[in-house]
């Protein structure tokens, strides 16, 4: 089973920037569209941004674009997500997911979409 893991969140003032990076293991990247989310205290999850497999089509809510940077290196099986400009509102726990989309190059927007999760990595945003 495709096992995927959050790494880079932590502590950054506002207006600061993070990296986040998401490795996958027991299978490639190749045919997995991935998606970044994200879960503030108290409220639910939420859709950050997606990539296709290829990397060639992206999306972003609207809360991040502009702001937020989704990329993916599928020869290292690593998926990342650079956040420039960072607002006290980011603050949350930041999951990546993945869905098999076979030879599809399209990523989603739902969550239902995506079968494998990692296990979250802390962004906290404060002065």
């Known amino acids: 089973q495709l096992q995927l893991v959050e790494s880079g969140g932590g502590l950054v003032h506002p207006g600061g920037s993070l990296r986040l990076s998401c490795a996958a293991s027991?299978?490639?990247?190749?045919?997995?569209?991935i998606g970044w989310f994200r879960q503030a205290p108290g409220k639910e999850r939420e859709r950050v941004s997606c990539?296709?497999?290829?990397?060639?089509?992206?999306n972003y809510t609207d809360s991040v674009k502009g702001r937020f940077t989704i990329s993916r290196d599928n020869a290292k099986n690593m998926v990342y997500l650079q956040m420039d400009s960072l607002k006290p509102e980011d603050t949350a726990i930041y999951y990546c997911?993945?869905?098999?989309?076979?030879?599809?190059?399209?990523?989603?927007?739902?969550?239902?979409?995506?079968?494998?999760w990692g296990q979250g990595t802390q962004v906290t945003v404060s002065s």
């Open positions: 990539i296709s497999r290829s990397g060639g089509s992206t």
């Open positions: 027991r299978f490639t990247l190749d045919n997995f569209a």
């Open positions: 997911a993945a869905t098999f989309v076979g030879s599809g190059d399209v990523c989603y927007n739902g969550m239902s979409f995506y079968a494998y």
